[in-house]
């Protein structure tokens, strides 16, 4: 089984401000990974397939890139609505397995 | 616009059957590049794929090996829906639980539903 680590754990960042998220893989996978926002009582939402492809009506402040086992989502200026936690998944290999998270909180 | 609606209990008692229904609006159960899928969030298990059913000329299914010996995920195309079956609980199935369609059985999931907490307890 692949194992996903995302660090940091939390990122406190002040709106407008730049956040840098970021996911690792014990093993590569190539370029078969997603990124989701998930809010409080919320369902997950994803923003990012294909470690780079935004998903419909996703905003271009969103942004991933990497290959093989190192993958970053950048959000280029915060906005109030996306303090949230954020996963990243791979689908490289069976099973499908997700990170831990990274909680971004408003500093 | 795809939208998941899931229904079922909250509460289910040890060794019982934990039963989940998600609802599909804008898409299809026998969709021939879809998969339906049941992932779970814990505390201590954090995000954990479950399993999927999807139509390719007949219905295949794959599960977890996690839960394999205790899961079925039917679905029912008279309603365009699917379920989610667990069966022989411990309070280690405590999680909230999700439906989710991956569009072109890629492995990504969207949209998702918005989530049910099952709690295992007496």
């Known amino acids: 089984e692949i194992v996903m680590t995302q660090s940091p754990a939390t990122l406190s960042v002040s709106p407008g401000e730049r956040a840098t998220l970021s996911c690792r893989a014990s093993?590569?996978?190539?370029?078969?990974l997603a990124w989701y926002q998930h809010k409080p009582g919320q369902a997950p939402r994803l923003l990012i397939y294909g470690t780079s492809t935004g998903a419909p009506g996703i905003p271009a402040r969103f942004s991933g890139s990497g290959s093989g086992t190192e993958f970053t989502l950048t959000i280029s200026s915060l906005q109030s609505e996306d303090f949230a936690v954020y996963y990243c998944?791979?689908?490289?290999?069976?099973?499908?397995?997700f990170g831990g998270g990274t909680k971004v909180e408003i500093k | 616009q795809v939208q998941l609606q899931q229904s079922g209990p909250g509460l289910v008692k040890p060794s019982q059957t934990l039963s989940l229904t998600c609802a599909i609006s804008g898409d299809s159960v026998s969709s021939d590049s879809a998969a339906w899928t049941w992932i779970r969030q814990s505390p201590s298990r954090g995000l954990e794929w479950l399993g999927r059913t999807y139509y390719r000329s007949e219905w295949y299914h794959d599960y977890a090996v996690s839960v394999k010996s205790r899961i079925i995920i039917n679905p029912d195309t008279s309603d365009n829906q699917f379920s989610l079956h667990l069966s022989s609980v411990t309070p280690e199935d405590t999680a909230v639980y999700y439906c989710?369609?991956?569009?072109?059985?890629?492995?990504?999931?969207?949209?998702w539903g918005q989530g049910t907490l099952v709690t295992v307890s007496s």
């Open positions: 093993q590569s996978v190539t370029s078969n």
């Open positions: 989710a369609r991956d569009q072109s059985s890629s492995g990504w999931f969207d949209p």
């Open positions: 998944q791979q689908y490289n290999n069976w099973p499908l397995t």
